[in-house]
């Protein structure tokens, strides 16, 4: 069979638009019509660009497009085969045109030369980290391209080197727009992991040259999504960093500073943003189990009055999980043990009300902090908060009953001891209407 081509202006790169040349066909997408940037193949054996046949997927669809037969599979299989031969084409195009060697500053706008723009110390890389931003977020360019920039062209560590840049060299505008590329890469599912490591790898170089940077994001981004992103960034260094570089992270003071700031209120009314509080939780409980000598610095700051101000707020397990695991930490120093007696009546009866919503993890932090202000230091604020919570004891029992593990068993114990249970006594929870007939 014979395919025709036809004559049409095609989406060339910036520097080669306008131009009219011939394309095959069977470059085209079936769907777009537009040359493919991505091309998979169906079941069926047809071959289209992965952006257009995903939203056709997404929509409902259940049949091929070009065919209208029903799809046993939607499974998308990389066409490589004809990725290269428009790849070959469309450099040998490129290289045919009369305006390819005349137009520097267009290919200085391609994703490597922003590359190079970013490397380069003599201009402010703002504009260029915003245009790589868009790029890498853009959903209709292909994930190997994406991969081969955040890889083999060097875009991880170059982006992570404007973090590394100490001092005011670097203005906040430019550190908030090197988050956002690298935010967007650790983000995105279609990036390798070897490749987000690289992120890590770059940020890790000079650990606590980035913690500053990020910390600076922290306190003056643009916006609430730029501090998120920022956290992000922490949680995802913290998570994939040697030892040094995480202890380096931990002991940057104005870091959790900005951190625990994140969990509290984003406006006048008092009001908390999930997102923030949920990104912040999970950086402070990665310090606190990381670095034992962070945890009176975390204190200082205010951990312990954010950890118990997110128990009240959230409703999400996980979130509760994370808030408990920073109280747990917290009361293993006199300072955090003081800074949560000191507000018992707020935050005992808190840590016991989501005691049994966390999980298990969640569930054992709770006793183990209740444990250690009320029996193991005996603080009587404390000890007068828990015997007077709302079903305290009710969850005590059933935390018993649900397999903890050996240690939170004991510490359940030796708690149960703070109860004065007499014979008039009643647990609601395991009131039985029992009628017991006496012998005599």
Known sequence: MVRKESTTSMRLPPQHQGLEVKIPSFFRCPISLDVMRSPVSLCTGVTYDRASIQRWLDSGNTTCPATM????????????????????WSTSVASCSPAAGSESSAVGSSPAGLV????SSDADPS????????????????????????GAGGAADTVASVLRRKGEKTSV?????????????????????????????????????????????????????????AARLVEFLLANAAGDAREAVAESSELVAELVRLIGPVDEKGNLDMKAVDTGLSCLSTIARSRRAARAEMVRLGAVPAA??????????????????????????????????????????????????AGRDGAEAAVAVLWAVCHKYKDRRAADAASASEGALTRLLLLLQSGCS?????????????YKVNAKSCLAGYDSKTTHIMPF
Do not use: W
């Not at 260029?128 to 991969?147: G, M, P, Q, T, W």
């Not at 170089?205 to 980035?210: L, N, T």
């Open 308 to 357: 118990v101000r997110a128990l009240h707020a959230t409703t999400a397990p996980a979130m509760f999980a994370k808030a408990l695991r920073i109280l747990e930490s917290a009361v293993g120093c006199a300072e955090g043990r003081a800074a949560l007696c000191e507000h018992a009546e707020e935050a005992v009866p808190a840590v016991v009300g989501k005691m049994m919503k």
């Open 116 to 119: 190079r723009q970013v490397a």
């Open 69 to 88: 037969l029903p799809l046993p599979s939607t499974d998308l299989v990389p066409n490589l085969t004809l990725r290269s031969l428009i790849a070959h």
């Open 173 to 229: 505008e430019a550190a908030e727009a090197a988050v956002r590329v690298l935010a967007t890469i650790v983000a995105l599912d279609g990036i390798e992991d070897a490749n987000k490591k690289r992120v890590a790898a770059g940020l890790a170089a000079d650990a606590g040259a980035s913690a500053a940077s990020l910390a600076r994001v922290l306190r003056g981004g643009s916006g609430l999504e730029a501090r998120i992103d």
């Open 406 to 418: 050996p240690v939170a068993r004991q510490m359940t114990l030796e708690l149960l001891k703070i």
């Open 127 to 150: 504009s260029a980290l915003r245009e790589l931003a868009a790029y890498i977020s853009d959903d209709d360019v292909d994930e190997f391209e994406k991969n081969a920039l955040v």
